[in-house]
């Protein structure tokens, strides 16, 4: 019985500018039923009070006690270990990060910068990375999709520093379980009460299922024909969109 619901945003209520057809609806039923929920993304080319504002300008509200995202996960953690991170992430980031000791860093932060992804700051993380500074992402997402096609996330940039230093990093946004864990306790449920719905095959729907979730792909977004098959075994669902998504949901929580 599904007692709780962890939302994917892009891909999943809007791709671009765009509001993918039915899905305020949809979220608003959610919303008349009673069932908690929150929205988990691992956006990080903005910070969560932009999200908001880009959203309600899309006539999509939600309340900022609503959303769990990468960078709000990556301060905490930060703050719990006391590190001094190189920050590497987009401009537009940057002020959620300005009480942070950076000062002879010890950590290597990385989000998705965008253009900010040139040769000499890449080179930098590499120096501290390989010197031994703690190395951190956002996430690890391969792409995703806005309104000019697919676009590559902070995946690849990742992986070029893993294969040059030989060090993983911990994400600290999805599909990291502590990340979904947090934002199901959030909701007072257990992780196998909650679904969650995601167009990302790997971060959202695989990632939940490792943590003990329920999952549904949505074929929106950034899915692909053939995602179905990344799928480790019978326990995900497929739905065409989050409409859909959303009437599963509704038969099957009590
Ligand atoms: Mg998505």
New binding site residues.
């Given amino acids: 019985m599904i007692r709780g619901i962890l939302f994917?945003?892009?891909?999943?209520f809007y791709i671009g500018q765009h509001v993918i057809p039915g899905a305020v609806e949809a979220l608003n039923r959610i919303r008349a039923s009673g069932i908690p929920y929150r929205f988990v993304?691992?956006v990080s080319r903005m910070p969560a009070s932009r999200i908001i504002s880009t959203l309600y300008s899309m006539g999509i509200e939600i309340d900022s006690e609503h959303l769990v995202t990468a960078p709000i996960a990556a301060l905490a953690y930060i703050n719990k270990h006391q590190l001094r991170p190189y920050i590497l992430v987009h401009p537009e980031l940057e002020y959620e990060f300005s009480g942070v000791n950076v000062s002879s860093p010890n950590a290597v932060l990385v989000g998705d910068a965008e253009d900010a992804f040139n040769y000499q700051r890449l080179n930098e993380a590499f120096r501290l990375l390989i010197d031994g500074a703690e190395f951190l992402a956002l996430g690890d997402?391969r792409y995703?999709k806005d309104q000019s096609g697919l676009c590559l996330d902070i995946g690849p940039f990742i992986k070029a520093l893993e294969f040059a230093t030989d060090q993983k990093p911990t994400i600290l946004g999805k599909p990291s379980a502590d990340f979904f864990s947090a934002a199901v306790r959030s909701m007072d449920c257990t992780n196998n009460e909650v679904v969650m719905i995601?167009?990302?095959v790997d971060?959202?729907v695989n990632g939940a299922l490792s943590a003990g979730l329920l999952a549904i792909l949505v074929r929106t977004?950034?899915f692909r024909a053939g995602d179905e098959m990344r799928l480790p075994n019978s326990k995900a669902i497929i739905r065409n969109d989050v409409v859909e998504a959303v009437n599963w949901v509704l038969q099957n929580s009590g």
């Fill in positions: 994917d945003l892009s891909g999943v993304t691992n997402n995703f995601g167009d990302d971060t959202d977004g950034k």
